[in-house]
């Protein structure tokens, strides 16, 4: 089975330190043919809310990624992490993101280590670029007061067309709310990383398979990343249709973010 996994990590960030060649041992260990990165050195502020990483910016922070991934002739596509309380989105991170259109797939914020909450006016540049260059938008969601669901669903709402990923479907819950507003809002889809087998099987069942993304956050657990997926395939296969085991795994990456599957080395 062709496996995309759209939610990987690599970089630095407190506690964390995550190699792109243990990613991509990860990735083959695991059959992952494609990944989507990010890098967790775009953090603008520790769980503390200290300011970390002041001395670069969000340019040459994502810069200093792409020069990574680049040496896996496109088994790595990237997200753009953006640092909304420090910067804007403006015409020079335009004219990165167009010359780079082939590397970053979309934007993506952690609200809380961004101290914004998703709900605040600082987004907004952010999202009409989305827009301008029709860029998805992935947002880390939790009940923390900063990445709540129902401030990402909000600005889903008003900006209906821009695609937008609702990570963890809001960690720290039991999701339902999650799925409510992912199945009711056609631009709000949700990932699978963090959230357990039987709470997948539910989303899938309520919000449909064409709207659940296969993420994993590898390889911010080290080499075990991909462990806690491996009875994922296993069980899905006992309960859905090899289409909608299909969308999960691989078709919906495709279809949400361009410039991705296709033939690679
Ligand atoms: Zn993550």
Request: charged share 25%; glycine share 6%; hydrophobic share 35%.
């Amino acid at each position: 089975m062709e496996i995309i996994d759209t939610h990987t990590h690599i970089g630095q960030f407190g506690q964390w330190n995550c190699s792109c060649e243990t990613l991509m041992t990860c990735m083959r260990k695991f059959g992952v043919s494609q990944g989507i990165v990010s890098t967790i050195s775009g953090n603008e502020y520790d769980y503390e809310l200290n300011l970390v990483n002041s001395d670069k910016g969000q340019i040459r922070i994502n810069h200093d990624m792409l020069q990574e991934i680049k040496k896996y002739k496109g088994r790595l596509k990237a997200l753009f992490w953006i640092r909304p309380h420090s910067e804007v989105a403006d015409r020079q991170l335009e004219n990165y993101l167009e010359v780079n259109r082939e590397w970053f797939v979309g934007l993506k914020v952690h609200p809380r280590c961004s101290n914004l909450k998703f709900s605040l006016e600082n987004y907004h540049t952010y999202l009409e670029l989305c827009k301008k260059l029709a860029l998805p938008f992935c947002i880390h969601t939790q009940n923390d007061g900063f990445s709540n669901i129902e401030y990402v669903y909000n600005v889903a709402k008003q900006y209906s067309d821009i695609n937008f990923i609702a990570i963890h479907m809001e960690m720290g819950t039991n999701h339902q709310c999650a799925m409510q507003y992912i199945k009711e809002c056609s631009n709000l889809y949700g990932d699978t990383t963090m959230v357990k087998i039987d709470d997948v099987i539910k989303a899938i069942r309520c919000c449909g398979s064409k709207k659940i993304l296969f993420g994993s956050d590898a390889v911010v657990f080290g080499e075990d990343s991909y462990r806690r997926y491996d009875d994922f395939e296993e069980k899905l296969i006992n309960t859905f249709s090899g289409t909608e085991i299909e969308d999960l795994f691989y078709n919906n990456a495709k279809r949400f973010f361009k410039y991705i599957g296709g033939s690679y080395e």
